[in-house]
């Protein structure tokens, strides 16, 4: 760029760099989609078609962007993990969450006629904002995730029971919401298998767990690493030279980008998947 008097105007730019050697979260939210949902009218209160195009969205974001390690999503929410020796952007908050909320609207937009050919977007369109956060120990990016699964399954079986009473149970909102005030989820099954004759544990389990999107490999056995406390005493990004980068990136490519509705809470989830956590890629699976 030609020098000119202008160019002082970037002494106003302020870096935004994320602390190093921190796993980074961004977590995207829809913009006003309650009214969204209800101008075209969305099942209460799961709508699957809508599930199915965030998890599509989120599937091509995770392609699309290699340095992303696993996303999860639940309702109009996505939160997408990069691994604390990514240094994508060179780690600028900025960049990184305009990035992922970008790519990710565009693919939703994008892939909305496939979703609901019937129902023709206009304004006002989908949008979503975004934020970034850092979490110093794998521990407090485990802890995170599960507190967003916890709020997916709470959230469902209150909504779930709320709109049974309402659609089965023929009571209004206030009306349903008053019965529920100060309940505990037993009495929310209880409600459910008592009086519907449903049995919360066999609702889809995308709707009680939320979606999981990572790149499958083989399954290890639990026990036979120690990723985990490896991915804690990393302190800096491992050095690599171009060939092993190379390596790296085709065995990315060559991987299946799967979404899956599973408990990401209990160590089994990780402990068979350690390259979440460990950020090198696993072993392709062997086509049957």
């Not at 909102?173 to 066999?202: H, M, P, Q, V, W």
Request: charged share 25%; net charge neutral.
């Amino acid at each position: 760029m030609a020098n000119s008097k202008f160019e002082y105007v970037k002494q106003f730019e302020q870096p935004d760099q994320l602390l190093p050697n921190t796993w980074i979260v961004v977590r995207i939210d829809g913009r006003g989609f309650t009214k969204f949902s209800a101008k075209y009218s969305w099942e209460k209160p799961n709508d699957k078609t809508a599930l199915d195009l965030m998890n599509a969205a989120a599937r091509a974001v995770v392609t699309e962007l290699p340095d992303i390690t696993i996303a999860y999503g639940v309702s109009d929410e996505f939160s997408f993990v990069l691994h604390k020796t990514c240094t994508l952007f060179e780690r600028r908050a900025s960049k990184l969450v305009s990035t992922i909320v970008s790519t990710f609207t565009g693919h939703y937009i994008y892939l909305w006629s496939a979703y609901f050919p019937d129902m023709p977007l206009s304004p006002p369109l989908p949008s979503f904002d975004g934020r970034a956060v850092c979490y110093p120990s794998l521990q407090n990016l485990q802890d995170y995730m599960s507190w967003r699964q916890v709020d997916c399954h709470v959230n469902n079986l209150y909504n779930t029971t709320f709109w049974t009473l309402i659609q089965l149970g023929g009571m209004d909102a206030t009306e349903a919401e008053k019965t529920l005030n100060g309940t505990f989820s037993a009495d929310k099954n209880e409600i459910l298998f008592s009086r519907f004759s449903i049995n919360y544990n066999n609702e889809p389990e995308i709707f009680k767990k939320g979606s999981v999107v990572f790149r499958d490999y083989e399954l290890v056995e639990p026990g036979t690493h120690s990723v985990a406390v490896e991915a804690d005493n990393i302190a800096e990004p491992v050095q690599q030279s171009k060939s092993q980068l190379e390596n790296e990136k085709k065995k990315r490519a060559k991987a299946r980008i799967v979404v899956e509705h599973l408990d990401i809470i209990k160590d089994d989830f990780w402990d068979r998947r350690p390259w979440l956590l460990s950020n090198k890629p696993g072993k392709i699976p062997k086509q049957p």
